[in-house]
């Protein structure tokens, strides 16, 4: 694959892949059993000029994309699927006051590549997760500017965020024709962050409930066109995908590259399993598998560079890398045994982790309807 690659791509591999091998790997474990935000790790990532890798280079950015924010993705994930996620968080909020935000906003954009402001998104509610159009958060106006009440859930940065973008509904129109993004300030009298979620992986990412309970807000808060958040959003979302994508890609290449150190190693029946054809036939499909994953993100996410719109080919990125990552770290702790049961093992870390990517960014159900709506566009 590397072969594919442009010099500055190759690079940005090697940066990337140098910092998680020395600085965030020998952390991740502690950073998973004590479920807390690793500040210096995140600090270092700005500080390599990461957060800016997809932005474009007059905005402060590397300009690389969203190939770029792939390859980086990938190896930081390889290594700790956490803080992989901790990354996509102020790459994809860049971009989005980059493309949406006034001048107010866009002003922040130095502070977060900096890592000194960390931004985060609330869009998900309690009873509203993949159905965004139906948000119940609202906000009404109130003199010049507005006045937000309502529940967010599951805001990753939540515990820590200093930027919150949220999603509210601001007209009277019901569906998606009536919803605005907000940038607030996390320290927004009225905003109220609940305790840390003890989650069945990805720790380490202080997501939260965060409630508004009469959040004012100025008129220029507003994030792009008054009532068309939703557009904003669904564009956003493909790019999430390739990154979600990328992430649980990065997770199957760990637990292939555990698989394979340990079929080597362990012996059983007088030699090492890794001559055992039912080893063999499993470590062939996961290799065969996770080169496949890695030709459908980059495929997406060179059509997204070249500004082709990717609603189907983010959402077949996503399907299909996340399932087959699901199931390969799945038959990784298999090939381990009961040792891919212990903790001692990292397998038994990633099998937590990428259970997430499933879920994360749209449920792999919505993606195969908005997969099945594509096809249908497509051939009418």
Same mark, same amino acid.
């Given at each position: 694959?590397h072969?594919?690659?442009?010099?500055?791509?190759t690079a940005?591999?090697?940066?990337?892949?140098?910092?998680a091998?020395?600085?965030?790997l020998?952390?991740?474990?502690?950073i998973?059993?004590?479920?807390?935000?690793?500040?210096?790790?995140?600090?270092?990532?700005?500080?390599?000029?990461?957060?800016?890798?997809?932005?474009?280079?007059?905005?402060?950015?590397?300009?690389?994309?969203a190939?770029?924010?792939?390859?980086?993705?990938?190896?930081?994930a390889?290594?700790?699927?956490a803080?992989?996620?901790?990354?996509?968080?102020?790459v994809?909020?860049?971009?989005?006051?980059?493309?949406?935000?006034?001048?107010?906003h866009?002003?922040?954009? +130095?502070?977060?590549?900096?890592?000194?402001?960390?931004? *985060?998104?609330?869009?998900?509610?309690?009873?509203h997760?993949?159905?965004v159009?139906?948000?119940?958060?609202?906000?009404?106006?109130?003199?010049?500017?507005?006045?937000?009440?309502?529940?967010?859930?599951?805001?990753?940065?939540?515990?820590?965020?200093?930027?919150?973008?949220?999603?509210?509904?601001?007209?009277?129109?019901?569906?998606?024709?009536?919803?605005?993004?907000?940038l607030l300030?996390?320290?927004? +009298?009225?905003?109220?962050?609940?305790?840390?979620?003890?989650?069945?992986g990805?720790?380490?990412?202080?997501?939260?409930?965060?409630?508004?309970?009469?959040?004012?807000?100025?008129?220029?808060?507003?994030?792009?066109?008054?009532?068309?958040a939703?557009?904003?959003?669904?564009?956003?979302?493909?790019?999430s995908?390739?990154?979600?994508?990328?992430? *649980?890609?990065g997770?199957?290449?760990?637990?292939?590259?555990?698989?394979? *150190?340990?079929?080597?190693?362990r012996k059983?029946?007088?030699?090492?399993?890794?001559?055992?054809?039912?080893?063999?036939?499993?470590l062939?499909?996961?290799?065969?598998?996770?080169?496949?994953?890695?030709?459908?993100?980059?495929?997406?996410?060179?059509?997204?560079?070249?500004?082709? *719109?990717?609603?189907?080919?983010?959402?077949?990125?996503?399907?299909?890398?996340?399932?087959?990552?699901?199931?390969?770290?799945?038959?990784?702790?298999?090939?381990?045994?009961?040792?891919?049961?212990?903790?001692?093992?990292?397998?038994?870390?990633?099998?937590?982790?990428?259970?997430?990517a499933?879920?994360?960014?749209?449920?792999?159900?919505?993606?195969?309807?908005?997969?099945?709506?594509?096809?249908?566009?497509?051939?009418?």
């Amino acid at each position: 694959m590397h072969r594919f690659m442009t010099e500055s791509e190759t690079a940005l591999r090697d940066t990337a892949r140098r910092f998680a091998e020395k600085e965030i790997l020998p952390r991740a474990a502690a950073i998973d059993r004590e479920d807390r935000f690793d500040r210096g790790l995140y600090k270092g990532l700005a500080e390599l000029g990461l957060f800016g890798v997809a932005l474009d280079e007059e905005a402060g950015g590397s300009g690389m994309g969203a190939i770029g924010a792939c390859i980086a993705m990938e190896e930081l994930a390889r290594c700790s699927g956490a803080v992989a996620n901790a990354f996509a968080i102020p790459v994809e909020a860049v971009l989005f006051l980059h493309q949406h935000g006034n001048a107010r906003h866009r002003a922040l954009i +130095p502070g977060i590549l900096a890592g000194d402001i960390i931004p *985060a998104t609330a869009v998900t509610e309690p009873d509203h997760g993949s159905d965004v159009a139906g948000l119940r958060t609202t906000a009404r106006r109130d003199g010049e500017g507005w006045v937000l009440n309502g529940t967010k859930a599951w805001v990753t940065l939540g515990g820590v965020v200093d930027a919150l973008m949220v999603f509210a509904r601001s007209g009277t129109e019901g569906g998606h024709k009536a919803i605005s993004c907000f940038l607030l300030d996390g320290g927004s +009298p009225g905003l109220i962050r609940g305790k840390n979620e003890e989650l069945l992986g990805m720790h380490g990412l202080e997501d939260c409930m965060i409630t508004l309970d009469g959040v004012r807000a100025p008129a220029d808060a507003v994030v792009g066109p008054e009532n068309g958040a939703f557009k904003m959003a669904m564009g956003n979302f493909n790019f999430s995908r390739l990154m979600m994508s990328a992430m *649980a890609l990065g997770m199957a290449q760990a637990a292939f590259e555990d698989a394979v *150190a340990y079929a080597k190693s362990r012996k059983q029946f007088g030699g090492p399993i890794i001559g055992f054809q039912a080893v063999q036939f499993m470590l062939a499909d996961m290799s065969t598998d996770i080169a496949a994953a890695r030709l459908l993100i980059h495929h997406a996410a060179r059509l997204c560079d070249a500004g082709h *719109a990717i609603a189907k080919e983010a959402a077949q990125a996503k399907l299909f890398t996340t399932d087959m990552a699901m199931k390969h770290v799945s038959n990784a702790l298999q090939i381990h045994g009961g040792n891919g049961y212990s903790r001692e093992y990292r397998i038994e870390r990633l099998f937590r982790d990428v259970r997430l990517a499933q879920i994360y960014e749209g449920t792999n159900q919505i993606q195969r309807l908005i997969i099945a709506r594509q096809v249908e566009k497509d051939m009418a």
